[in-house]
T-cell receptor, first 113, second 115 residues
Framework: GESVGLHLPTLSVQEGDNSIINCAYS??????FIWYKQESGKGPQFIID?????DKRQGQRVTVLLNKTVKHLSLQIAATQPGDSAVYFC????????????FGKGTKLTVNP | DGGITQSPKYLFRKEGQNVTLSCEQN?????MYWYRQDPGQGLRLIYY???????QKGDIAEGYSVSREKKESFPLTVTSAQKNPTAFYLC??????????????FGSGTRLTVV
């Protein structure tokens, strides 16, 4: 069945370091992936997305890598700042399928000053 | 500014009572969704609607009901049949025009507590 999971529930980094958050997915038919950031008591905020016809996409300080061979997704945050502290979720969607966005359990990122 | 509004932010319910959570969007989005989030967990889909007067069950629809009489509104009722309703509820809407972002917009959530 569809499921999206994360390798680590928590990640702690020093301010200025690069962060890498990983995600595994199981539905090989999924063709659209999104990373969200969620701060405590708030709704998820879009960070970056990637379609299955790409293996890398860059945004401002963030990069998403997609490895379809092993069904793995990662989010890289460059020069991590205290404001990056939050829970990060990956989500997958199958365009033209059930129209459901399936979320992983999340990784809590803590940035130490 | 366009957006999606959930109300109330905090809600307390006595056991055995039904309660309705509001979700309104002025983004002209066709699809709307309800998710439930438990502490330390990801979001699980309760119900979704791709068009007015139509909706489908998500993965955890038991004990919940929805309606979609207007494009802008997708209220969620948590019924007394929902055995563990205490959670953070998130509403989202989606456009299929992917000019920017993921097309999904989330509300700020309603925290429901059963007392």
């Amino acid at each position: 069945g569809e499921s999206v999971g994360l390798h680590l529930p928590t990640l702690s980094v020093q301010e200025g370091d690069n962060s890498i958050i990983n995600c595994a997915y199981s539905n090989s038919a999924s063709d659209y992936f999104i990373w969200y950031k969620q701060e405590s008591g708030k709704g998820p905020q879009f960070i970056i997305d990637i379609r299955s016809n790409m293996d890398k996409r860059q945004g401002q300080r963030v990069t998403v890598l997609l490895n379809k061979t092993v069904k793995h997704l990662s989010l890289q945050i460059a020069a991590t700042q205290p404001g990056d502290s939050a829970v990060y979720f990956c989500a997958e969607n199958m365009e033209g399928g059930s129209e459901k966005l399936v979320f992983g359990k999340g990784t809590k990122l803590t940035v130490n000053p | 500014d366009g957006g999606i509004t959930q109300s109330p932010k905090y809600l307390f319910r006595k056991e055995g009572q039904n309660v309705t959570l509001s979700c309104e969007q002025n983004l002209n989005h066709d699809a709307m969704y309800w998710y439930r989030q438990d502490p330390g967990q990801g979001l699980r889909l309760i119900y979704y609607s791709q068009i007015v007067n139509d909706f489908q069950k998500g993965d955890i629809a038991e004990g919940y009901s929805v309606s979609r009489e207007k494009k802008e509104s997708f209220p969620l009722t948590v019924t007394s049949a929902q055995k563990n309703p205490t959670a953070f509820y998130l509403c989202a809407s989606r456009t299929y025009d992917l000019g920017q972002g993921s097309g999904y917009t989330f509300g700020s959530g309603t925290r429901l507590t059963v007392v």
